[in-house]
T-cell receptor, first 114, second 114 residues
């Protein structure tokens, strides 16, 4: 049973427009959520996170929104740049207990078109 | 500060063999987690070691094992290799338990089982 789901394996967006990556989770014990970015031949790098006590966290061009009632989070990238082309992983953890380690989604491959 | 290093970067083995992968965490980090990344399953948590003890374990068979040394370096072993074990194996380190701390990933070891 996949507890963190990224239903779009890939997403193509024009440079300068907004990229929206979505993530759904099923485990109600998750209380901390992270987005990682991964380039080929490199390990994932941390991008942005959000605690369940918040519904929005912003860092430059990146904003993460959390809708706890819908068990849904999204990552917005505005404006999208060519260097944003990568695989994005959504991850969740239960800092209050109830789940082991970090649970990752399968990733969404974002392609920024010039 | 040097990042997480993993050796070897690439490995080719045949079915039935065993393999040992190595991970050196960022200096000062005491937790090391291992993940398996495959195209179909995304990033799956294998186990986490903290202070030389396995603290968390994912849903993998007993053929997958690991250990951590007093200097926090970690090794992962896979015995009786199967074709399905072909994957990118990622190691991540954090100051303390990953559920409460940001993880930093290494570049991974690409294992191919023939």
């Amino acid at each position: 049973d996949q507890q963190v789901k990224q239903n779009s394996p890939s997403l193509s967006v024009q440079e300068g427009r907004i990229s929206i990556l979505n993530c759904d989770y099923t485990n109600s014990m998750f209380d901390y959520f992270l987005w990682y970015k991964k380039y080929p031949a490199e390990g994932p790098t941390f991008l942005i996170s959000i605690s369940s006590i918040k519904d929005k966290n912003e860092d430059g061009r990146f904003t993460v929104f959390l809708n706890k009632s819908a068990k849904h989070l999204s990552l917005h990238i505005v404006p999208s740049q060519p260097g944003d082309s990568a695989v994005y992983f959504c991850a969740a953890s239960a800092r209050g207990g109830g789940a082991d380690g970090l649970t990752f989604g399968k990733g969404t491959h974002l392609i920024i078109q010039p | 500060k040097a990042g997480v290093t993993q050796t070897p970067r690439y490995l080719i083995k045949t079915r039935g063999q065993q393999v040992t992968l190595s991970c050196s965490p960022i200096s000062g980090h005491r937790s090391v987690s291992w993940y398996q990344q495959t195209p179909g399953q995304g990033l799956q948590f294998l186990f986490e070691y903290f202070s030389e003890t396995q603290r968390n374990k994912g849903n993998f068979p007993g053929r997958f094992s690991g250990r951590q040394f007093s200097n926090s370096r970690s090794e992962m072993n896979v015995s009786t290799l199967e074709l399905g074990d072909s994957a990118l194996y990622l190691c991540a380190s954090s100051l303390a338990l990953a559920v409460h701390n940001e993880q930093f990933f290494g570049p991974g070891t690409r294992l191919t089982v023939l």
